[in-house]
């Protein structure tokens, strides 16, 4: 089923993202991972790809498990900034014959030393064309930054360059994580504000792990509000005291949203089963 109808029939729903292994060694205890999460029964899953190959080749096989042998509709990520067009369309093939109909199209970060010019795409909105003129059957979703692309001169160009993109042909947007629900209030305003239409999915990252919590800062450029800071500070260095916290924080952001109008957020899981188990008990009666 495409996600776009899926989610309009449904008042509340939450989605998780999992991340397929990085080697054949882990094949076995991510696919479990992952299979335990879908066993829990979200709206949607999505599947991480990494550009270049790597974990790209798991990616479209990890979505047809756990669509077919979990029931659960499954959306594969699909980065193009290392990739060619014929690479892509390959993808897309694979993507069609594994059943997977929901695509997440992206740039992907540009590799240390990498020759951008030299490329088949420079951003996002190239790969959206190519996969609605390839097959416009696609449901094709996008990302967009409540806290403004690392790479972006400012909030207004990002948001001008997102419109391209939605334009384009993509059906609905995931943000990236953002741990201040004003943030994301006033960033949906801006966006309306530009014409963009389409459902926007706010992405929420539970931290559970103080060095996680770092390591995720420096790559997305996520800010993070004095009230968080204050949660790790205290409950950092205590594993089970800071994954308690984390939840419960992200479970209150979640809350706040449904409260808000939000009717579908998707959840950054980590691969981590119990998290997300931990998630749908706090929400359990607000989603039946």
Same mark, same amino acid.
């Given at each position: 089923?495409?996600?776009?109808?899926? *989610?309009?029939?449904?008042? $509340?729903?939450?989605?998780?993202?999992?991340? +397929?292994?990085?080697? /054949? =060694?882990? !094949?076995?205890?991510?696919?479990?991972?992952?299979?335990?999460?879908?066993?829990?029964?979200?709206?949607?899953?999505?599947?991480?790809?990494?550009?270049?190959?790597?974990?790209?080749?798991?990616?479209?096989?990890?979505?047809?498990?756990?669509?077919?042998?979990?029931?659960?509709?499954?959306?594969?990520?699909?980065?193009?900034?290392?990739?060619?067009?014929?690479?892509?369309?390959?993808?897309?093939?694979?993507?069609?014959?594994?059943?997977?109909?929901?695509?997440?199209?992206?740039?992907?970060?540009?590799?240390?030393?990498?020759?951008?010019?030299?490329?088949?795409?420079?951003?996002?909105?190239?790969?959206?064309?190519?996969?609605?003129?390839?097959?416009?059957?696609?449901? *094709?979703?996008?990302?967009? $930054?409540?806290?403004?692309?690392?790479?972006? +001169?400012?909030?207004? /160009? =990002?948001? !001008?360059?997102?419109?391209?993109?939605?334009?384009?042909?993509?059906?609905?947007?995931?943000?990236?994580?953002?741990?201040?629900?004003?943030?994301?209030?006033?960033?949906?305003?801006?966006?309306?504000?530009?014409?963009?239409?389409?459902?926007?999915?706010?992405?929420?990252?539970?931290?559970?792990?103080?060095?996680?919590?770092?390591?995720?800062?420096?790559?997305?450029?996520?800010?993070?509000?004095?009230?968080?800071?204050?949660?790790?500070?205290?409950?950092?260095?205590?594993?089970?005291?800071?994954?308690?916290?984390?939840?419960?924080?992200?479970?209150?952001?979640?809350?706040?949203?449904?409260?808000?109008?939000?009717?579908?957020?998707?959840?950054?899981?980590?691969?981590?089963?119990?998290?997300?188990?931990?998630?749908?008990?706090?929400?359990?009666?607000?989603?039946?």
């Amino acid at each position: 089923m495409k996600i776009s109808e899926l *989610v309009e029939s449904r008042q $509340y729903s939450v989605s998780f993202e999992v991340f +397929p292994p990085k080697t /054949e =060694d882990t !094949r076995e205890s991510v696919t479990q991972a992952a299979r335990q999460i879908a066993a829990l029964g979200p709206a949607f899953m999505s599947v991480t790809y990494g550009a270049g190959g790597g974990t790209s080749d798991y990616t479209a096989e990890i979505a047809r498990d756990l669509q077919e042998n979990c029931g659960v509709p499954m959306m594969a990520h699909l980065t193009c900034i290392t990739s060619s067009r014929e690479r892509i369309r390959s993808q897309l093939t694979l993507l069609r014959e594994k059943g997977v109909e929901n695509i997440l199209a992206l740039r992907g970060d540009i590799p240390e030393g990498f020759v951008l010019e030299r490329q088949s795409y420079h951003h996002a909105i190239e790969l959206v064309r190519d996969i609605k003129e390839l097959d416009p059957g696609f449901c *094709v979703a996008g990302a967009c $930054y409540p806290d403004t692309h690392p790479d972006a +001169p400012s909030q207004k /160009e =990002d948001i !001008r360059r997102l419109k391209e993109k939605v334009d384009a042909g993509m059906d609905f947007l995931i943000t990236q994580m953002f741990f201040d629900n004003p943030v994301f209030y006033s960033y949906m305003y801006k966006l309306r504000e530009a014409g963009i239409t389409v459902p926007v999915h706010p992405g929420i990252m539970p931290i559970c792990n103080a060095k996680v919590m770092k390591r995720t800062l420096k790559l997305s450029g996520t800010t993070l509000p004095e009230r968080f800071r204050r949660i790790l500070d205290t409950f950092g260095d205590t594993p089970d005291a800071m994954r308690q916290a984390g939840v419960a924080y992200a479970t209150d952001q979640i809350i706040d949203l449904f409260a808000n109008g939000i009717r579908s957020v998707h959840v950054y899981s980590m691969n981590n089963p119990d998290v997300a188990k931990a998630i749908l008990g706090n929400l359990s009666a607000i989603l039946s």
